[in-house]
């Protein structure tokens, strides 16, 4: 029981396949808005000189889009990206996280309109918690966000998922819209949804938005194992027990503008209780593991320009986050009610406060620079009843510091930063983690070979690290405060094919593929043990990956049909490196765990009149689990799933309707994404939505 | 048109070249290896090995070396019962033969396995919550657990041991003991089973609780150390507990209880992670782990029961032990006195098992499952 310590691990290396790969990559690019979007939304008001070419991998989903997509969360509709692996516990309240380019999930920077989400307990954030009813756009950068005015936090992750909720758009005279949606599906799904916009008057409107989601998270699931003849060897089914949800979320935000500043505030509420469905394993085809999160934070961020030539940005955020545990699974045991397993009565109180400062300036109409400075604080109380020993109660002052430049020589575009982090903890128990000093660089450049052509090409270089999390230091019996940042350098390169067709039955393509290299040193793993909620750490010494990003857009139409075909394929291998004290583990140079060789998605719409017909298909191929040598043993079938959903819109009385069915795994196929969290088989949804 | 349609093509290339379907699954099947020459004449068959496996993974499995062919197989146990769901189960801890039949206690599946230990072939599981170990008398098993009755507090609860009739494989009695209730030793009508509170870091248990087998009660308690865990017995009825220590400022040691007295009479200040009696030797190792230093000391040893002095101070003598990632399981074949020491490397990886010969030689050495850990040997 005092077992899981953590060593390091290691490896990888990497052949590629053939070469005929990398033709065949599937592109794919979910990309911009189109013109397909029937709801029009404005750009928020943004103050910025002059629209800057993106020089760096970027996907998004958006609009309408992003509402046709059988998607509830943000995790879910982070699948059909390319070099994005979902780690997906099953259940509806079964935790999400979203790794990209296998360099693990604490390498994602996950950003609610604009400002950090973070989590310095165990620096991973929920994904599922993030529902897609109120957002615009969900986009995914490699690398970082092509933009030099941006917070130092911008710059400080491998990769950056950017969630934006919708800015409210009023059509002429209207100064009131509201939205009222309704889903109800399988598993006893209930979701009401509302949302107001006000327009004060030009300058000065707010939003509100509520939204509940209640499931009984009964599904069934399967597992089925035949004998080499092929005869039944056995064949189970049975019902998903505690994964069931209760969640609510409110939030409200006001945005203005006048002159030369814009603004906009935000408050945000969450609130849920769900079973944390635990593993099915032999004879445990069920636990009682309860959560109770309360998830607050307030946000704002001012934009000035204060002149032709300088700029600058002030943002500020304070967060409080509460989480519950609860284990006391008992059973009966010779007329006794006994204890199953270790016992757990929780509860974390975590507040941040986070401010930051950016200064830009043009040197030069081509040159332009940027400083930013933010300051973070992170605190972790936590009451645990039954257990002694002290608690940490740490406390870490963060300092970042990035110096940004970016120049515009025509045909070719470059942009290099350098990060600077200064840490420092205290705690009132234990022993505090030592101070740390770290820069870490970046370069970009984007070459477009004929101006205003199809093509672009774009390399890049980033170094960069994460910090271990409160867990990874001061875990009880699993922490270990001397661990180091966990470094990542990653290397790309790619291009974009992007062209727009006027008067042909094509109205867009949008195709772009990128190579890349990453070396992650001092990795920490973190795997999850027989309840989600505490992990095993490992502390990977050396990973290595390769892959291949490749994503497509297409846009045509026939008349009033539109379709939209979107496509993405990844290749990757990840290999493990690590020594422990010079000796080389039995999983040597083995691909790291539920890492897939190959993954895919396809995204396809139709359009006609009021009718949309929307079809998407995830597959996630073969690869080993969490034992993590790649021996027949540990072996994992591919997955797929295949949805999809009609929708037709109509307008009565200046009211819009919109009313839309799914049916998402369409082929009722059992799976499980992390080994023993079984995943629900074929589900229905159906979706009423109102415009006032 | 043309881009749509070569898109189309292409994509649908790329699906039917990488996108390999879902096979239906298999039941795990062994794999089998030569690792050592056939041996004749002996008495034991072989022996069983327990491997683990991760929490949350249902990865216990059990591996059989068949001295008489020189064959060791890996996982066996699902492909001798492929019916049973979900294979083993999760978290092996124990594995003991007694008469005819082979029990394996799996920890995080809560139950007992009873298989036929010739034929491999699933007779009975048992089912008893967050068991820990195994020990028979009598025709009795009994299995020591973490469990114990709900209380108001979170693990405030006292563990218990329950006993198994083995001919009827039913459940008849349980006592409750101290916390978290580990290895146990049996002498005559006494038991003695000890205990390391380990859920109640750091108030660690420091007790061996003597239960008296015919009444099935505690007749006393020892006060012995914190956080105890293995348990062995020698020829003369001395009895040997090891503390794990609490990681950081009380290291692990060795003590010895007078059976008759049932009291400590001596702690011999050596570090213990494992122990196995073996005649009057006790060979051991520790992997004294520090949080302090982040580090693990490993040491071997082989202390002579009769004077508890210790006579060697290496158990591996050709150097092969600085191969070894982390020592885990440790067993003496009664029959050859050949020493078998399991590497459990990170604990998340598949493991080793190393054979040595009597004088500390590296014979052989075989990757086992995840975790390999307990050793229990098959008479012809």
Same mark, same amino acid.
């Given at each position: ?16 396949? !053939? ?172 979701? %009401? ?15 509100? +938005? ?139 109180? @975590? ?94 450049? +984007? ?182 040598? +790649? ?62 | ?35 050592? %020459? ?71 599946? +809560? ?154 009479? @001596? ?89 040595? !010969? ?23």
């Amino acid at each position: 029981m005092t077992r899981k310590r953590l060593f390091p691990i290691s490896v990888h290396k990497i052949l590629y396949r !053939s070469l005929v790969c990398t033709f065949l990559y599937v592109p794919i690019n979910v990309c911009a808005q189109s013109a397909l979007d029937s709801i029009q939304h404005i750009q928020e008001v943004v103050i910025t000189a002059k629209p800057f070419k993106e020089v760096i991998p970027i996907q998004k989903l958006s609009g309408i889009q992003l509402e046709k997509l059988s998607a509830m969360n943000v995790a879910d509709a982070l699948r059909y990206f390319s070099g994005v692996q979902i780690k997906d516990f099953g259940g509806m309240g079964g935790l999400k996280t979203v790794n990209v380019r296998n360099m693990g999930s604490h390498h994602v920077g996950v950003f609610y309109d604009g400002i950090e989400v973070g989590n310095a307990q165990n620096g991973v954030v929920d994904l599922g918690k993030f529902s897609l009813d109120n957002m615009e756009e969900v986009a995914l950068y490699n690398g970082q966000k092509s933009d030099i005015f941006q917070s130092a936090k911008d710059f400080s992750s491998a990769s950056a998922v950017y969630m934006r909720t919708k800015r409210p758009h009023f059509e002429k005279d209207k100064e009131t819209n509201i939205q009222l949606r309704y889903r109800t599906g399988s598993i006893q799904l209930s979701n %009401p949804s509302l949302q107001i916009e006000h327009r004060f008057n030009s300058n000065l409107k707010a939003t509100v +938005n509520a939204e509940h989601i209640h499931s009984n998270g009964q599904y069934k699931f399967r597992y089925k194992r035949l004998m080499m003849n092929g005869e039944v060897a056995y064949d189970t089914t049975a019902i998903r027990k505690n994964s069931d949800i209760d969640a609510y979320r409110i939030e409200t935000a006001l945005f203005g503008a006048s002159n030369n500043t814009s603004w906009h505030a935000k408050l945000y509420y969450y609130g849920s209780d769900r079973g944390l469905p635990g593993a099915i394993v032999k004879n445990v085809f069920g636990s009682g593991e309860r959560q109770n999160d309360k998830n607050f934070f307030a946000q704002g961020s001012l934009i000035r320009e204060v002149n032709e030539k300088y700029k600058f940005k002030i943002n500020a955020k304070f967060a409080y986050d509460y989480t519950h545990y609860l284990s006391r699974d008992s059973v009966e045991f010779l007329n006794d009610y006994v204890t199953q397993k270790m016992q757990f009565d929780n509860s974390y109180y @975590q507040q941040d406060v986070y401010l930051s400062t950016v200064h830009a300036y043009e040197i030069k109409p081509w040159w332009n620079a940027s400083v930013s400075v933010d300051f973070e604080y992170n605190k972790l109380n936590a009451t645990m009843r039954g257990v002694n020993t002290p608690f940490t109660f740490p406390q870490r002052y963060t300092t970042l510091a990035a110096f940004a430049s970016s120049a515009d020589l025509g045909r070719i575009k470059l942009q290099a930063n350098v990060l600077g982090t200064f840490v420092t903890e205290t705690v009132k128990n234990n022993v505090a983690s030592p101070d740390k000093l770290e820069w870490a660089p970046a370069v970009f450049m +984007n070459y477009e070979p004929i101006e205003s052509g199809p093509f672009n090409f774009r390399v890049f270089y980033k170094r960069i690290f994460r910090m271990p999390t409160f867990n990874d230091l001061y875990y009880t019996q699993i922490g270990y405060s001397q661990l180091k940042p966990e470094f990542t350098d990653q290397y790309n390169l790619g291009f974009t094919y992007n062209k727009v067709f006027h008067h042909a039955f094509l109205d867009k393509i949008h195709f772009q593929s990128d190579m890349y290299y990453a070396r992650i040193t001092n990795k920490i793993i973190a795997s999850p043990t027989g309840s989600s909620f505490r992990w095993m750490m490992t502390n990977m010494g050396l990973v290595e990956t390769k892959g291949v990003d490749t994503s497509a857009e297409i846009l045509a139409h026939v008349n009033h049909l539109k379709g939209r075909l979107n496509l993405s394929y990844s290749y990757s291998k990840a290999q493990d490196f690590t020594k422990i004290n010079g000796l080389k583990m039995s999983s040597y140079g083995d691909q790291i765990p539920y890492t897939p060789w190959h993954s895919l998605s396809v995204i396809g719409g139709l359009q006609f009149l009021q009718w949309g017909l929307n079809y998407s298909f995830i597959y996630v191929g073969e690869r080993y689990d969490g034992a993590v040598n +790649n021996i027949e043993r540990n072996h994992v079938e591919p997955w797929y799933t295949h949805d999809l959903s009609l929708d037709y819109s109509f307008t009565t009385n200046r009211i819009k309707w919109r009313i839309s069915g799914e049916v998402n795994n369409l082929l009722n196929q059992y799976y499980d994404v992390v080994l023993n969290y079984p995943m629900p088989g074929r589900n229905y949804r159906l979706a009423l939505t109102m415009n006032l | 048109m043309h881009f749509f349609s070569l898109s189309m093509t292409l994509f649908s290339i790329c699906i039917l070249v990488f996108t390999s379907c879902r096979d239906d699954a298999y039941v795990y099947l062994s794999e089998s290896k030569q690792v050592a %020459p056939r041996r004749i004449n002996s008495k034991i068959k072989g022996f069983y090995l327990l491997n683990e496996g991760n929490m949350g993974m249902n990865r216990a499995t059990i591996d059989f070396f068949n001295y008489d062919t020189g064959e060791y197989f890996t996982d066996t146990y699902s492909e001798k019962n492929p019916e049973v769901v979900k294979e083993l189960g999760d978290v092996g801890n124990d594995i003991e033969i007694y008469g005819s039949k082979c029990y394996a206690v799996i920890n995080c599946s +809560n139950y007992v396995e009873v298989f036929d230990a010739q034929s491999g072939i699933h007779i009975a599981s048992i089912d008893i919550p967050n068991c820990r170990y195994i020990k028979f008398h009598d025709g009795k098993a009994y299995v020591s657990s973490y469990s114990g009755p709900v209380g108001l507090s979170p693990n405030a609860e006292h563990g218990f041991v329950a006993e198994i009739d083995t001919t009827s494989l039913t459940l008849t009695r349980k006592v409750i003991v101290g916390y978290q209730p580990e290895e146990m030793v049996i002498k005559e009508n006494k038991l003695y089973v000890a205990n390391s509170g380990g859920y109640r870091v750091p108030n660690y248990d420091r007790t061996v609780s003597v239960i008296d087998i015919p009444s099935f009660e505690i007749i006393k308690t020892i006060d012995v150390g914190i956080n105890l865990h293995r348990m062995e017995i020698d020829k003369r009825g001395d009895i040997y507990v090891s503390s794990r220590g609490d990681y950081y400022d009380v290291s692990p040691n060795l003590y010895v209880i007078d059976s008759d007295s049932d009291e400590v009479k @001596q702690k011999l200040d050596i570090p213990v992670s494992e122990l196995c009696m073996m005649g009057d030797s006790l060979y051991y190792y520790s992997t004294a782990y520090s949080f302090t230093t982040g580090t693990n000391e490993v040491t071997y040893g082989i202390l002579d029961t009769r004077d508890k002095q210790i006579v060697s101070h290496k158990i591996i003598k050709d150097g092969t032990d600085k191969d070894i990632m982390m020592p885990y399981g440790l067993s003496v074949n009664p029959e050859t006195k050949e020493i078998y020491i399991t590497d459990a490397q990170n604990y998340v990886v598949t493991g080793y098992l190393y054979c040595y !010969s009597p004088d500390g030689v590296l014979k052989w050495k075989t990757p086992a499952g995840n975790i390999p850990a307990h050793i229990a040997y098959l008479y012809k």
